[in-house]
């Protein structure tokens, strides 16, 4: 490989690992516009920074060279971004959780344009330079496939760290295809672990046996899951009489199911993007949604008829930005909303009027609620805190800072005591909702919690991270009773013993307290038990599939159902290796 490949190469490569960084960092994202919205995953994103590194070696290379043909390729891709913007109108760049928002209009689309032609002039140079017969699409695939291949490393090299400092050494994964795998990268660090000082080994205790007695006499186990929605669930909210369930997704529905039987009732149209927020009125008779749209809407659940769209004086909107929450009072007189563009709006349920803004946040408010007393009203926002209001006289009580990320969701007691929240610093907090103390912190997840929800006898909190496990706390005692596969967000049923999450491809998941010889807490396709989408590749499977053996595994998970639960996980992973090669299973089935 020539000098000057080796540079194009390396400007490429710093690229791809920003744009893996600014996935990591903001999450989520998608593009909205007149054609819809559609969601832009990791890969993608990983893919623009490489174009972005291609254009920067592009023009270093026609600065050296004074290449015409590279302003040939910057106009065409001009030309070509300009018939982009021609042909599906405004474009708008969306993050939601983080509040991000801001429109494309045609010149920076001509840019744009400008910029993926100077990329592709300097991939062109790269490969006539490096001698490598494969097309600028071949490259990118290529270079994708070796992005996954660094997050499976980076993985396995996690999974190794207790190896690498002594600790643990005998828990091994004795299933399928990980025991290999583990004695393989164990082999290949042996040199390594020479030279690293072990700690030393803790005394050889026999374990202690629990007998099912001591164990919970009940745990939760998926029963039913609900597919409707063509795009993930954001939202979801349980009439007061625990009969019916309605959800909010992506795909711009709002859902109606009979929550006894889980068969779908109705789908509520007209926001125009992604439905962010779903709630119920406390009499059960209206539900109420925000959106990307910037607009709240609401119907009528008895006759399933439109009711209103809430607009902010002579706009056309009721906010201007997403609507990231919205709840009822609990006597039903007013709706609070909390927005994208950092403002709290309280709007007269029966007449639809703006009674007031609350402004305070910094940065977008994603989640409201309202006390069951009626007093105070708590919100959580990127801004990384948590304010509390009085309804009555509309001033800030307290402002909360504990949290060192953005607060993705607040609740609070049905006593009107304690205040929950949850945050991008993965930890969950509980507060004094009067004194603004705070009280205890939860420390379990390894992602963002994106979802929280308090069982009606205060005594169980479940909650949702970003990385797909839902974690059950007895909020006595602060311990973790259970972890279960599933997404956000969660909500309790009104008589605590029925758990609805979002689940994957845009299903929900309904979970019930059964008891713990059940077989398993996972059910479902072999996609939902290992939490990921029925078109992820085989390397995301995969190490979806370790996660859960990391969790379950006897060796490491005592529980009297681990063991069932883990036989469910190597199942699925089974079915999706059946379906890779399905040759071989054949075959080894007529040995």
């Excluded at 801001?102 to 001698?131: C, H, N, Q, R």
């Excluded at 919690?449 to 974690?471: E, F, M, Y």
């Excluded at 049923?493 to 008891?515: A, C, F, I, M, R």
């Excluded at 390397?539 to 063991?563: C, E, F, G, T």
Aim: aromatic residues 6%; charged residues 15%; contains cysteine.
């Amino acid at each position: 490989m020539t000098q000057n490949s080796k540079t194009g190469s390396a400007f490429i490569a710093g690229g791809t690992l920003a744009g893996a960084g600014v996935s990591a960092t903001v999450g989520g994202m998608g593009l909205a516009g007149g054609f819809g919205a559609v969601g832009i995953g990791a890969t993608s994103v990983v893919s623009a920074g490489a174009v972005a590194g291609a254009a920067a070696y592009g023009a270093l290379k026609a600065i050296a060279d004074a290449s015409p043909s590279a302003i040939g390729a910057m106009g065409i891709g001009a030309v070509g971004g300009t018939g982009i913007y021609s042909v599906v109108g405004g474009v708008g760049l969306i993050a939601p959780k983080v509040g991000l928002a801001f429109g494309i209009g045609a010149v920076p689309m001509a840019g744009i344009g400008a910029v993926v032609g100077l990329a592709a002039y300097g991939i062109a140079k790269l490969l006539d330079e490096s001698e490598i017969s494969e097309t600028p699409v071949q490259l990118f695939a290529r270079m994708e496939e070796k992005v996954l291949q660094m997050d499976a490393y980076s993985e396995a090299v996690m999974e190794l760290k207790a190896f690498l400092s002594g600790e643990d050494l005998n828990q091994k994964f004795a299933v399928l295809e990980v025991e290999d795998e583990l004695q393989t990268l164990k082999a290949e660090l042996k040199k390594k672990s020479e030279f690293v000082t072990p700690k030393p080994s803790p005394p050889n205790i026999e374990p202690e046996i629990i007998s099912l007695k001591t164990q919970l006499p009940e745990s939760w186990r998926c029963v039913r899951t609900l597919k409707g929605h063509l795009a993930a669930v954001n939202a979801i909210a349980i009439s007061p009489d625990g009969t019916t369930l309605v959800s909010g997704s992506d795909d711009r529905q709002v859902n109606l199911w009979n929550l006894k039987t889980g068969k779908w009732l109705y789908t509520f149209s007209g926001q125009a993007e992604a439905v962010l927020s779903v709630a119920i009125s406390p009499d059960g008779q209206q539900i109420a949604s925000g959106s990307v749209d910037r607009k709240i809407s609401s119907w009528q659940m008895d006759t399933r008829k439109f009711h209103r769209t809430f607009f902010y004086l002579n706009s056309p909107y009721s906010h201007n930005g997403f609507i990231n929450s919205v709840a009822y009072s609990h006597d039903g007189a007013i709706i609070v909303s909390g927005s994208a563009d950092k403002t709290i709006r309280i709007w007269g349920r029966y007449t639809g009027n703006l009674k007031r803004t609350l402004n305070g946040h910094s940065d977008a408010v994603l989640s409201v609620t309202i006390s069951p007393n009626g007093k105070i009203l708590a919100s959580g926002g990127a801004d990384q805190t948590i304010r509390l209001w009085d309804l009555q006289t509309w001033e800030q009580r307290y402002i909360l800072t504990e949290h060192l990320g953005a607060v993705n969701t607040v609740v609070i007691s049905l006593n009107s005591q304690t205040l929950i929240s949850g945050s991008t610093d993965t930890t969950i907090k509980l507060w004094n909702l009067q004194t603004g103390e705070l009280l205890n912190t939860l420390v379990g997840h390894s992602a963002a919690v994106l979802s929280i929800a308090i069982s009606p006898d205060r005594k169980t909190l479940a909650s949702a991270s970003r990385d797909g496990i839902i974690k059950l706390w007895n909020l006595h005692t602060s311990e973790l009773l259970q972890s279960l596969s599933g997404c956000h967000p969660v909500a309790f049923s009104p008589d605590g013993k029925t758990l609805v999450s979002g689940g994957n491809g845009g299903s929900v998941k309904v979970w019930s307290q059964v008891q713990s010889s059940d077989k398993s807490i996972l059910c479902g396709e072999w996609w939902e038990v290992l939490g990921v989408n029925q078109s992820n590749n085989a390397n995301v499977v995969k190490l979806a599939y370790r996660r859960l053996a990391r969790q379950y595994h006897p060796d490491v998970n005592s529980s009297a159902i681990a063991k069932a639960s883990m036989q469910a996980i190597n199942q699925a992973y089974k079915e999706f290796q059946q379906q890779l090669n399905p040759h071989k299973y054949s075959a080894e089935e007529n040995i």
